[in-house]
């Protein structure tokens, strides 16, 4: 599950003859930044989970079951271990652990991530740790239910000066909109896309005197409704 406003990218490149005006230009620049902060939180997570479903768990005990093995990512080589626990008729818990001999300090069978899912992993929680010194980084939320898709990620770690900031994403088919807030700022943003039309809005302390800024079908300004 991740947050994806690619059809304002495509948008954008769709209309590279005649440039698309500040609005929607400002909202794509704020939906980059926030992707930088979820990526630098689950890049990661992300790519050793992707590996894990190339492989076959083995069970271990009853109703507990173990992904074993190796692989690639921000150019480290990471042994893992997946462990999944069944606790109910629709709940999954999980704990992922990674070693590394060439990483300082080295990393033994250390926890990246645990929290619990439901069996079809269309909902669940995760919460990620730093491997080198076990502090938590950041708690993630998810919800899918057919088109619509919910994800929130909080930071709880000083990294990069973004404790507290939080972001909320959704998706209901057509729209898709993304609250940003910074906490150390005391600032809000929100961005709404329409994936259907291409129109959409920016509200920002930073932008506009915070004052709603819209932008229509062809991304150029224009006023808004409400």
């Known amino acids: 599950m991740q947050a994806d406003f690619s059809e304002m990218e495509n948008a954008q490149k769709a209309k590279a003859s005649v440039a698309a005006e500040s609005n929607f230009t400002t909202a794509l620049t704020a939906t980059a930044v926030t992707r930088l902060i979820l990526n630098a939180n689950l890049a990661i997570p992300r790519a ?18 173990e992904w074993s093995f190796s692989t690639q990512a921000n150019q480290n080589q990471f042994a893992v271990r997946l462990i999944a626990v069944t606790n109910s008729q629709s709940d999954v818990e999980w704990r992922f652990f990674v070693s590394n001999s060439a990483t300082t300090p080295v990393l033994d069978n250390a926890l990246l991530f645990h929290g619990n899912t439901n069996f079809d992993a269309t909902s669940g929680t995760w919460i990620y740790y730093d491997p080198a010194s076990g502090d938590q980084v950041s708690t993630l939320e998810w919800d899918i239910n057919d088109d619509q898709r919910t994800l929130t990620l909080e930071v709880t770690s000083d990294r990069n000066d973004k404790h507290g900031d939080t972001i909320e994403y959704s998706f209901d088919g057509t729209v898709k909109t993304m609250v940003y807030t910074d906490v150390s700022a005391n600032e809000t943003t929100t961005i709404e896309f329409n994936t259907e039309t291409k129109a959409g809005f920016m509200i920002s302390p930073d932008y506009n005197n915070g004052v709603k800024a819209c932008w229509d079908e062809d991304l150029n300004n224009t006023s808004c409704s409400s």
Request: hydrophobic share 40%; net charge negative; aromatic share 6%.
């Open 48 to 65: 050793l989970v992707r590996a894990a479903q190339q492989h076959d768990p083995e069970e271990i005990a009853e109703g507990e079951w």
